[in-house]
């Protein structure tokens, strides 16, 4: 019996929609959005989309009427009933009405603004502005639509068995690694593969081989809409948006110096346990620590993001001690660069001296790596990043100095005003 | 859009049939069927299942019940009127009408003979009896549903990504095996694989992908239903079973040695050009090709089944030109134990010297080794025989004497009549 309706249907579409709902988006996005809506909703913040691996030419290989028409289909959407009663209802990280009625209400009626697209040199310019909370929402939505339609280029020209065949492939390299995670006891491991994912598909089919290869091994995903739909943990705390904005804001050395706690602050009025996971890499995790007031040695954990894990792990470590803490009961996450072999050795090194957490990205979601010839899928640097708010640039040093973002004199000034000296360079792992 | 019907209709399924189609068989066994319809009909045969793996206990894997309950649903199969009109209409090795119309209108009125099935010390000892050409076409319907089963036994226990993981494995090593054999120039490979296949679906699979992956490279399959409803050629051309039956209808050692030539003075009155193939090995190649008349010197070609196939092409190429033929005319298809290496090797190895065409089986269609813990998908050595007629034993000797089958009495007296002397023991290749 063929479905006649499904398939004119299908037949019928205009385009086929990479994004298709607003909760099609990291978790953390929308805890931040919630603050940022509550502390700063008038900042006016630009985020601009940023190749770093510029041998990818992507204005050469997406066509660009195509890549207009999936941002315009996202400013066509508007959160759906069923995801708004979802966001009201649902049960995050043990607590119920996560997100406010007056946040709620705004995310109701929220449409995304305007962008700003254009060619050069090969790569595309592709800036958002307007009101921190809503524009923020764009990042993942733009790097999702770009990374898919590159994927959709490639894939263009393959025939229907060669397709099918490049889909096992990528699902037998990811249940290999499966395999191997479940060998570790007490593994935390969740899904934050959003931003750079092959696809949607491809995340959502990612997302359930790892609950069923993994049973409680896996603890959930960063993206909504997978969460919602397959009754999975949404995870995420929070990002580098939120200091970098803070400090462009800031209007001296001493209110810069205290942009990064006052962040903090801010969250823990909202947040208690498992979500007070600090990210202090922003301007160095060294001096970010160093100087951190008492009130945040109670905070459950830390997040490493950049520079060498282990050694951002041990710093931590170290940290708690000095401060009277006992590090079994805090938690560290690691987020950077990991594949399988990499949790497996961190996991290894760290499980019983503190709580380890993974949150594992781009090799969980998109590692079509010696896949097709020219290794035409293989996954690449792309950033969406605040670049100013309030007409003043943004400034991110990280613990790994290919990670620094920002004008020069800006950079040389946030590096004296946080005490950086010199870092390892390190290479960036998608 | 849900099909709520499609889902109502699958799940009122009292069972799921293997063999839904009369045709679902190999291409030979119609030809084979034909030639016997017209030149004994009405000898009683008796085919028998024989596994030679003994180590696969079949009656503990597989449930009687649900092996009844499938053999039941072959016996309620007809010929559908589809069948019969691709059957008269379509063009076979370049000729329409292939099959005469006094064997349509029987074949559309046919019902397969009863069966009689009992577990012997962990096997099933399943047999049928009847008219040859009724009885015959058992054959592929008993093996591949038993093959079907034990994959089914084994894949009950596997979850839903384990399973699409399990089918990613398998459709990469394929596609794996397409890829080197892309590199062959002048190949001509058939999927002969439908008596040992893994599964009906899984056979639907390789031979699709097989057709995209090769293109012209690839010949055809043997299976009937698939080479109908995916366009591809139907391919086969006779088997032992033909001088099997005839040689134990023999009434006379005389009679007996001129037997598998009395097949191809049958074959050759219905047949011309690339179905003029001969089978060989049944009572030893040596001594048949010594003693064949010279009429068969004109045929198109030898099949290679049984014995080291590039000793058995060699001794082929020989005869022909003892017999003032040009071998570059004439055709050899090899059909025994083939993965893609095997086939690579004989093709580099004869090509240009002769005509070559490979009948791929096993290794194509189940190549699910290594695939699930125990190697418990593997295919193994299931085969289903004439082993009487008219109440006489049959006897097969064929090239290798792990592929004998009979009565030691009788193995004794064809080997005396065939001069079969010493044969070298070779590892049957499922």
Same mark, same amino acid.
């Given at each position: 019996m063929v479905d006649i309706a499904t398939r004119v249907y299908n037949h019928k579409w205009k385009i086929d929609p990479i994004? /298709?709902?607003?909760? !099609?988006?990291?978790?953390y996005k929308l805890l931040m959005c919630q603050s940022v809506f509550r502390n700063k909703p008038d900042a006016q913040v630009t985020f601009s989309l940023i190749? +770093?691996?510029?041998?990818? /030419?992507l204005a050469d290989i997406v066509d660009e009427g195509v890549l207009r028409e999936q941002l315009d289909h996202v400013r066509s959407l508007r959160l759906s009933r069923g995801e708004s009663t979802w966001l009201r209802g649902n049960m995050f990280y043990g607590k119920r009405q996560m997100f406010r009625s007056d946040f709620m209400e705004w995310f109701e009626k929220l449409q995304l603004p305007a962008y700003h697209l254009e060619k050069v040199d090969g790569q595309y310019e592709l800036t958002f502005e307007g009101s921190w909370p809503e524009v923020m929402l764009w990042e993942i939505a733009a790097l999702s639509i770009l990374m898919e339609l590159r994927s959709r280029a490639v894939l263009k020209g393959m025939g229907k068995f060669e397709l099918q065949v490049l889909y096992a492939r990528a699902m037998t390299k990811l249940w290999e690694k499966i395999e191997r995670l479940r060998e570790v006891e007490n593994l935390n491991v969740a899904d934050f593969g959003t931003r750079r994912r092959h696809s949607f598909m491809w995340q959502d089919w990612c997302v359930q081989a790892m609950h069923e290869g993994l049973g409680d091994r896996f603890n959930g995903t960063s993206n909504c809409l997978i969460a919602m739909r397959r009754e999975v943990e949404a995870i995420g705390t929070n990002a580098h948006e939120l200091p970098m904005v803070y400090s462009a804001l800031a209007d001296s050395d001493e209110e810069l110096a205290q942009a990064p706690y006052q962040v903090l602050a801010d969250w823990q009025e909202e947040h208690d346990s498992n979500l007070l996971i600090m990210l202090p890499d922003t301007y160095g995790t060294e001096g970010f620590l160093e100087r951190a007031p008492e009130w945040l040695d109670k905070w459950t954990g830390i997040r490493i993001d950049s520079g060498d894990p282990a050694t951002g792990a041990e710093m931590a470590i170290n940290w708690w001690k000095s401060r #009277?803490? !006992?590090? +079994?009961e805090k938690r560290i996450i690691f987020s950077d660069g990991l594949d399988d072999r990499k949790i497996i050795e961190l996991a290894n090194q760290f499980t019983g001296r503190v709580r380890v957490g993974f949150g594992w990205g781009t090799m969980l979601t998109? !590692?079509? /790596? #010696?896949?097709v010839p020219d290794d035409a899928l293989a996954p690449f640097s792309l950033v969406c990043k605040a670049v100013s708010a309030n007409g003043r640039p943004t400034v991110k040093l990280s613990d790994n100095p290919r990670k620094a973002m920002g004008p020069a004199d800006e950079i040389a000034r946030y590096k004296r005003v946080f005490g950086v000296g010199d870092q390892t360079e390190m290479e960036v792992v998608v």
């Open positions: 994004v /298709r709902s607003l909760i !099609d988006t990291d978790f190749n +770093r691996t510029k041998t990818i /030419r #009277g803490q !006992d590090p +079994r998109n !590692d079509f /790596r #010696g896949l």
